[in-house]
């Protein structure tokens, strides 16, 4: 065995404070220092910070048996109760096939017009507006999933209700220091009574949609789809299971995907050239019309774009897991009750697989050594049995939004801002986030779209 290198520390505190004070500053200076395997205590827990695509694969794909939960996904159980993101073992299992019914390939492109339907009418920028981008992404990403989760059950007040409410959870995960620090969340402080007001007032949506899909009858929404899923013995989701299911779905299938966007719309803005592209495939294909799920293949660029946005700013910067037994890696003894981090953050920038690895470069895909990428060197989703269960939809859904606003809109970057990241649940804008300047295009998008329409500011 060879024996794992890491930065020192009896007890491991130093290693936390650090850690928490910039967590991927530490990541990136322990990955340069010590290389694929390293071994950081923290608190007396041993993690593994996993660097090497191969060993990746190994341990969430061929040793995917004995590796559980990580312990920091703990931190979600209060809001998400035992959904698919945080249960495990058979629970998990079983949850994972019943949820697989509402995700095939069918399904997912059965909510592709109520993805196109929702950014048609919720988009309502006007000229020279200067607007959040990321507020506005997380908004109508969780638009869409209220809509391909409820159907049009929802009216006008819930819709408010769930968004301010899920817009607390946000706010209360991304602001939560290290599980160490946090004060727990049965302590009535001003922000857990917040959190727990937020989850009540989700709750009582959730369960009031679920009862009433129950009594009138099922439609070909994602909640009916669950209500309707049976395991093997006939039995379906009690209600508590199927409100952590939609609750999770919410939550996980939302902001990852307003991020996504967000940091990609970013990119665009820095690199003309790959707006001008972008717009002549949109041009050439959709000719000024609306976008279908069938026009999808047809738009590589669109898709490469938003694949080089989530290798420069993976919405799930690291994805963990606990080792169950003692476990070798790549030569490396991890023991049991280790915990195991893969960074994305990490390995999506490693130059021995992305030459020049800042570089916003969509056609670094096509590149052919790109062939032979080793298959975890690029896992925004995460892997294995494990994967993310909204992978496609998620690819549809950014897709759909960005290629519909970019036909729309040229989005400026106000001149004083610059992306800087605040990795907490997930990877996002620090502070007040991103600024953009709304340039409305004229009706279809021209082949010199950067060059912005002057249109007169809306009263
Ligand atoms: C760009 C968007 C997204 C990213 C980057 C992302 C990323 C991830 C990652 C890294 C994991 C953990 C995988 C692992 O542990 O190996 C995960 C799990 C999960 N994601 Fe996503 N996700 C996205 C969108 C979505 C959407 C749209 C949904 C639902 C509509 C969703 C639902 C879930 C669920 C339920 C899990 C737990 C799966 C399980 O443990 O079985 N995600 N996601």
């Known amino acids: 065995m060879i024996p794992t290198p890491g930065p020192p520390g009896r007890f491991g505190l130093r290693n936390l404070v650090r850690f928490s004070s910039d967590s991927l500053g530490f990541l990136r200076r322990n990955t340069d ?28 794909v061929r040793k995917a048996k004995v590796m559980g939960r990580d312990a920091y996904i703990e931190i979600l159980v209060y809001t998400l109760g035992l959904g698919l993101l945080t249960s495990d073992g058979d629970l998990w299992k079983r949850q994972r096939k019943l949820m697989a019914q509402a995700f095939t390939p069918r399904r997912i492109r059965s909510y592709a017009d109520t993805m196109v339907d929702v950014v048609q009418s919720e988009l309502h920028w006007r000229a020279d507006e200067v607007i959040n981008i990321h507020d506005e992404m997380s908004r109508l990403t969780m638009e869409v999933v209220a809509r391909v989760l409820f159907g049009t059950g929802l009216d006008a007040r819930d819709i408010e209700r769930v968004h301010t409410a899920m817009e607390t959870i946000n706010e209360y995960y991304a602001n939560s220091p290290e599980a160490v620090f946090r ?43 669950l209500i309707a899923a049976c395991d093997d013995g006939g039995q379906g989701m009690t209600d508590q299971q199927l409100r952590d299911e939609a609750v999770t779905l919410f939550l996980a299938g939302h902001e990852t995907t307003a991020l996504n966007l967000a940091h990609t719309i970013y990119l665009i803005s820095k690199y003309p050239e790959v ?16 976008v279908t799920q069938d026009d999808l293949k047809q738009l590589p660029y669109a898709d490469r774009v938003l694949k080089e946005g989530l290798r420069l700013y993976p919405p799930a910067w690291t994805t963990g897991r606990a080792a169950l037994e003692d476990v070798e890696l790549g030569g490396h003894q991890i023991p049991k009750g280790a915990q195991l981090l893969f960074s994305q953050w990490i390995v999506h920038r490693d130059p021995r697989y992305y030459p020049n690895p800042e570089a916003f470069d969509p056609d670094r895909w096509l590149a052919p050594e790109m062939k032979s990428l080793p298959r975890y060197a690029f896992f925004p989703f995460g892997g294995g049995p494990r994967v993310c269960i909204g992978n496609h939809f998620a690819t549809m859904e950014a897709t759909l939004l960005l290629v519909t606003i ?11 801002q610059r992306l800087e ?38 009263s």
């Open 183 to 225: 004060v727990p969340t049965q302590v009535p402080t001003p922000r857990n009574i917040r959190l727990r007001r937020a989850v009540q007032q989700i709750d009582e949506v959730v369960y009031r949609m679920i009862a009433r899909k129950r009594a009138e009858g099922l439609g070909d929404d994602l909640l009916s789809t």
């Open 406 to 416: 970019m036909q729309r809109y040229h989005l400026e970057l106000l001149p004083e």
């Open 275 to 290: 707006e001008r592209t972008l717009l002549a495939e949109l041009d050439g294909v959709l000719d000024g019309r609306s």
């Open 33 to 60: 220092e010590y290389g694929d395997v390293v071994r950081i205590k923290v608190l007396n827990t041993d993690f593994y910070l996993i660097n090497h695509p191969d060993h990746i694969e190994e341990a969430l």
């Open 421 to 458: 990241v605040a990795p907490s649940v997930t990877l996002r804008p620090k502070g007040p986030g991103l600024k953009m300047r709304v340039r409305p295009r004229p009706a279809r998008a021209s082949r010199n779209a950067t060059e912005p329409a002057r249109v007169s500011r809306a």
